[in-house]
Structure formats: structure tokens, C-alpha cells
């Protein structure tokens, strides 16, 4: 019953780790398809409905944090929040995936030591 409670936290584990790196990676994209089509403000934006369902929801959790400006249905970025953004979204991503390292290591142990 232990190995089974053990699998199943690394692998809540990998599948938390994917399931982030995947969110991380379309605001990725999004980000550099924005900046190639030049859109810095708001008339230069891309309308909405140019972008697929998984860009328009990373486009409304940027817009949440404050990194992009959706104005009469088109989005922008801000430069200004862009960097701060960055330097947070790195932190959390090397904690984080320094967290799940430490708990997995853990788990690990646990399961060898019985």
C-alpha cells in the first residue's frame, strides 16, 4: 500500500511539473508572437480573435498579471510590467522546480529506507 501512496505522489509530482511547464510555455509563445507583430501598444495589438483558444486563455492570465492590455477586443503588451514579470515567472519556476525536486528526493528516500 506504501509503494502505491509513494508512486502516486511522484507521479502527481511529474504530472504538476508537466502541467506548469506547458501553462509557462504557451505565455511563452504568445509573448514572442506578440513582440514580432510589433505590439507594443494599442494600436498596434492583435485582435483576439486571431488567436487560438490556448493563446487567448495564456492572453487573459497575462492580462491578470499585468503583463498585457486588452483593449476593445485586442492585446497588447506592457513593457514596463513585462520585465518585473519575468524575473518573478524565473524565480518560481527555478523554487518551484527546486521544490519538487527536494520532494521527490524525499519521497524517494522514504520508499528506500522500508
Known amino acids: 500500500m506504501r509503494g502505491l501512496i509513494s508512486a502516486a505522489a511522484l507521479i502527481s509530482i511529474a504530472l504538476v511539473c508537466l502541467t506548469i511547464t506547458r501553462k509557462l510555455e504557451r505565455e511563452r509563445r504568445l509573448l514572442g508572437k506578440l513582440r514580432r507583430r510589433g505590439a507594443k501598444d494599442a494600436g498596434q495589438g492583435i485582435d483576439l480573435d486571431e488567436l487560438s483558444d490556448d493563446e487567448r486563455e495564456a492572453a487573459h492570465s497575462l492580462s491578470a498579471a499585468g503583463v498585457l492590455e486588452i483593449q476593445r477586443r485586442r492585446c ?14 524565473l524565480r518560481v519556476m527555478v523554487l518551484g522546480g527546486f521544490g519538487a525536486l ?6 524517494a528516500v522514504l520508499i528506500l529506507r522500508r
Do not use: Q
Open 102 to 107: 527536494l520532494l521527490a528526493c524525499l519521497i
Open 76 to 89: 497588447f503588451i506592457r513593457p514596463i510590467e513585462l520585465g518585473t514579470f519575468r524575473r518573478k515567472r
